[in-house]
């Protein structure tokens, strides 16, 4: 018996700024910055918006495409670098929202940009023990970059909700494998309104040695290799650090691209990689294999090899991430400035 | 709004729960503990119903001078939806430019934050409208 996604769902803010308008602002060449970064725009959340909306959101547009009992849910972990509380959980609010309160546990995790996949773990243990017969593992995040930092032009915002479970499965997860070390990469203090990094120091020793590291283990444990998957999506930063992980490890550009949201909408964080995921299974037909490895700083990896089955084909239409990322509006920075809570206002 | 109330209102907030009268069959919105038409006769009587969120403008006003707390998203629309059950409810419309805002407008309920009690205090969720998706201009123009 193997667990797997039963569904999956996912949400990104409506609004959109590009590189070229914050480079404006802070008198660089943005154009050239957001080729550099392999991104076009980067997603906003509204002044109303949040991880705990986002999250919200995705758990809804999950469950709308099946017929499951809110009720037969026993788990939520939603993983996040920015939940809006320091103390008391998005994941409660979430489990009231869907109706899946009040006999099951909920926690939020945080491991930078993997708590999301990290969730994922904890929900296949928790079903294959037969201890809950469906989890919700839920990636979601509103990061920010310090105005002018090299952060700004990336860090946005979205999230995606994946239902765990045995039973009428749309994917298998057939292996997972985690790689973690302690590397001071990116991090932020409590109290602290912006994350810090330790700018080239998170390319090589951070995000490449642990997402090659753990993708390597995953193909050794699935004695598998990088043709026998039809997709692949690594996390994704920005546009070339997956690109160059993947090409490095022997995967072909057609295998990024359904996976590659990162180019028009940044850096969701802890969304990701599932925000990948989804738009691949929004796609996939049954059969098709999908290699995954998210990557949190601090530092770790968590790696996934799925295939789906022929039940994709009964999930109930939905919004696809496509159609939803269509729906986009463009801010200034000035008004992007005001949504992010960039400004001082009287009273602060 | 105090967090008790809120706490209370939690069920009706975040999933729009009404109530339906047992006696004679009227939905509401929020939920009552008594019918306004048959009064006593539905005492005991008054069911908890989930609204669907989906519902129709009936009449909307855009707010340009608005409470400090909404500062950061005025002007916002405003208006009154006939949900499809019947019942009728206030909500901010968004995701869509005021000046697109028309009665008869398709709308459906999202999850939103509403306020919250200070820099410290609680953090206060529940619905708010948007169109329903594929209505009036492109969004990418909107």
Redesign the interface.
């Given at each position: 018996m193997v667990a797997g996604i039963v569904s999956y769902g996912g949400y990104v803010p409506?609004y959109r700024i590009t590189p070229k308008e914050i480079g404006n602002v802070w008198g660089v060449d943005g154009e050239a910055m957001g080729r550099s970064l392999g991104i076009t725009a980067k997603s906003v959340p509204?002044?109303?918006?949040?991880v705990?909306?986002i999250s919200?959101?995705a758990a809804?547009a999950c469950l709308r495409k099946v017929d499951v009992a809110p009720t037969d849910i026993g788990a939520i972990y939603v993983g996040s670098e920015s939940h809006?509380?320091a103390v008391?959980p998005t994941a409660t609010?979430v489990a009231?929202?869907i109706?899946s309160t009040p006999v099951m546990t909920a926690a939020d995790f945080e491991f930078a940009c993997k708590a999301g996949t990290a969730a994922i773990q904890a929900c296949m243990g928790l079903t294959l023990s037969d201890m809950i017969k469906y989890g919700m593992a839920v990636g979601s995040d509103t990061s920010q970059g310090a105005p002018g930092d090299a952060l700004e032009f990336s860090a946005s915002a979205g999230g995606a909700a994946l239902l765990i479970g045995k039973e009428n499965l749309i994917a298998e997860i057939n292996h997972t494998v985690s790689y973690t070390t302690d590397t001071p990469d990116f991090w932020r203090r409590e109290g602290q309104q912006y994350p810090s990094h330790g700018g080239r120091f998170t390319g090589e020793p951070a995000y490449f040695k642990h997402v090659m590291s753990c993708a390597k283990l995953l193909m050794e444990k699935a004695k598998s290799k990088p043709e026998d998957y039809n997709y692949a999506v690594f996390h994704q930063p920005n546009g070339k650090f997956p690109v160059k992980v993947g090409r490095t490890l022997g995967f072909e550009d057609k295998q990024l691209d359904a996976g590659m949201l990162v180019r028009s909408i940044g850096n969701t964080y802890s969304g990701a990689v599932l925000l990948g995921l989804c738009s691949i299974l929004d796609r996939a037909v049954p059969g098709d294999r999908i290699f995954m490895v998210g990557y949190g700083s601090g530092a770790g990896s968590d790696a996934f090899d799925i295939t789906v089955t022929s039940n994709i084909k009964k999930l109930k239409h939905a919004?696809t991430i496509e159609?939803m990322t269509?729906?986009?509006?463009f801010l200034d920075y000035g008004t992007y400035a005001?949504?992010r809570g960039k400004l001082r206002?009287r009273?602060d | 709004m105090a967090t008790p109330r809120f706490w209370r209102e939690?069920p009706s907030r975040?999933?729009l729960i009404g109530t339906k009268c047992g006696s004679c069959g009227t939905l509401d919105f929020p939920p009552r503990a008594v019918c306004p038409k048959c009064g006593r006769k539905s005492v005991g009587k008054m069911m908890k119903q989930k609204l669907s969120g989906i519902g129709t403008i009936i009449s909307y006003t855009i707010v340009y001078d608005a409470p400090?707390s909404f500062?950061?998203?005025k002007p916002y629309v405003l208006a009154v939806i006939e949900l499809k059950e019947g019942a009728r409810l206030t909500s901010q419309i968004?995701?869509v430019e005021p000046g697109d805002v028309k009665i008869g407008m398709r709308v459906e309920a999202?999850?939103?934050?509403?306020g919250q009690e200070g820099e410290a205090g609680?953090?206060q969720?529940g619905y708010?409208f948007k169109p329903v998706?594929g209505q009036g201009k492109s969004?990418?123009t909107?």
């Open positions: 409506r509204s002044p109303d918006e949040d705990i909306t919200v959101e809804r809006p509380y008391k609010v009231e929202a109706g919004e159609e269509r729906d986009a509006k005001k949504f206002m009273g | 939690i975040y999933n400090s500062d950061l998203l968004i995701n999202v999850f939103r934050k509403l609680i953090l969720y708010k998706t969004p990418a909107a």
